[in-house]
């Protein structure tokens, strides 16, 4: 069987990470989330990957290439225009042939674990199958009415007392699905949606069933939601390695992962479950506590605390800093005496939006550069290639090369 993952989208409620490249390449663990979903396909057998780019594909391609180093053969697809999820599938028409009897069709932004696929193929019938989970807290989802297993009604991002059941958008389908997707109407987004070509479909009588999932299947819908993320597949992990440089004087507990060539200095204290990856020079007299992802080409000086955060690769942190609830986007230095202020039930403004963080430090893009004595307070975002000098509390958002006196 031969599996579609559409991956062409920027992810616009990640932003600012999602600046400088798409949702799915941010890392879970030290992994892009689509290595996360094609490691998952792989185990289940499914090694033929049609992936569809748009958004920053040259990042996609030039990581996953052919897929001979994940196990698998990837096929690219761009979509040139962002028209919605029925026209990105249909863009994949082409490479589904007589011999496909069905196909599989999932998102390259959602963090699911190989049972979750497999649930799927084990259960699947009818003219189309998709995977469900159920949810208290519906609203930012598209959910659907069922009798039985049978599908009556799909509602994107309805009202959260209409249905506890939410449409993960992992599909099987056969090729007939191209006939209804030719039919299918535009939205009033000005997109083509598979929720509406699967509504067509159910209009006209075709079987469209819901197989219901406990497994694993997490969207990280807004950039904080990779903490969650990343702490659930941190607690989940299993043979972590150290293969780094240990001193002396250094104190591991619990879950670690030390990547090749990294050192970590005497005094340091790490409390896992924590990844850190290659070439990095942690310490001396560091605290890194559980649920914290570091790249590759980190150097963290003396007397700093990281939890619960994500460190992309290379970026300097100087000493008596303390971060928490925080993601770093690549490349940022980061002067002495840095502090994060984190808040609970933070209310977030995004395109005259209010979303809610359960517990935020700060996101930073790409690119920056925070001098000493830097207070950030909770929420705030800083885009990319900004400047901070030191000594100043930054209380609001910072746009992309904001400079900071």
Not at 176 to 194: L, N, Q, W
Not at 242 to 271: L, P, W
Request: one cysteine or more; glycine letters at 8%; a negative charge.
């Amino acid at each position: 069987m031969k599996a579609i993952i559409l991956a062409a989208g920027e992810g616009l409620r990640c932003r600012p990470l999602t600046l400088t490249r798409s949702k799915v390449m941010l890392p879970i663990a030290n992994r892009p989330i689509l290595e996360h979903v094609i490691d998952s396909l792989e185990r289940n057998g499914i090694t033929d990957i049609i992936l569809i780019v748009g958004y920053k594909k040259e990042r996609i391609m030039d990581y996953f290439e052919d897929g001979l180093n994940f196990g698998v053969k990837i096929k690219y697809i761009e979509q040139k225009a962002q028209l919605g999820t029925a026209h990105a599938i249909e863009q994949a028409k082409k490479l589904i042939g007589p011999e496909d009897s069905e196909f599989l069709v999932l998102n390259g932004d959602n963090l699911v674990e190989p049972k979750t696929i497999s649930d799927l193929l084990n259960n699947y019938k009818g003219d189309a199958s998709l995977l469900t989970v159920k949810m208290e807290e519906t609203t930012s989802y598209g959910v659907i009415l069922k009798e039985k297993n049978k599908v009556t009604r799909i509602l994107e991002k309805g009202p959260g007392d209409v249905s506890r059941i939410v449409n993960t958008g992992i599909y099987i389908f056969t090729p007939r699905i191209f006939e209804t997707i030719e039919k299918t109407p535009i939205s009033e987004d000005g997109e083509y949606a598979i929720t509406d070509t699967l509504q067509l479909m159910i209009d006209e009588g075709k079987i469209v069933t819901s197989i219901p999932t406990e497994s694993k299947w997490l969207d990280a819908i807004h950039a904080w939601d990779l903490l969650k993320a990343n702490s659930k597949v941190l607690n989940s992990a299993k043979n972590l390695k150290v293969e780094g440089d240990v001193e002396e004087g250094a104190i591991i507990r619990g879950k670690v992962a030390i990547g090749k060539n990294t050192r970590i200095r005497s005094g340091t204290y790490i409390v896992g479950p924590v990844v850190i990856g290659e070439n990095c020079d942690i310490g001396p007299n560091v605290v890194i506590l559980p649920s914290t992802t570091i790249g590759d080409n980190v150097s963290i000086r003396s007397f700093t605390e990281i939890q619960n955060s994500i460190i992309m690769n290379d970026c300097r942190i100087y000493s008596h800093g303390q971060i928490s609830n925080s993601i770093f986007g690549s490349n940022n230095t980061i002067g002495s005496g840095f502090f994060v202020e984190e808040k609970e039930n933070l209310s977030i403004i995004m395109n005259e939006t209010i979303h809610r963080a359960p517990k935020l430090g700060t996101i930073f893009g790409d690119d920056n550069r925070i001098g000493n004595s830097v207070l950030v307070k909770a929420g705030v975002t800083i885009a990319v290639d900004c400047q901070v000098e030191s000594g100043n509390t930054i209380y609001k958002d910072l746009s992309n090369h904001s400079l900071v006196l």
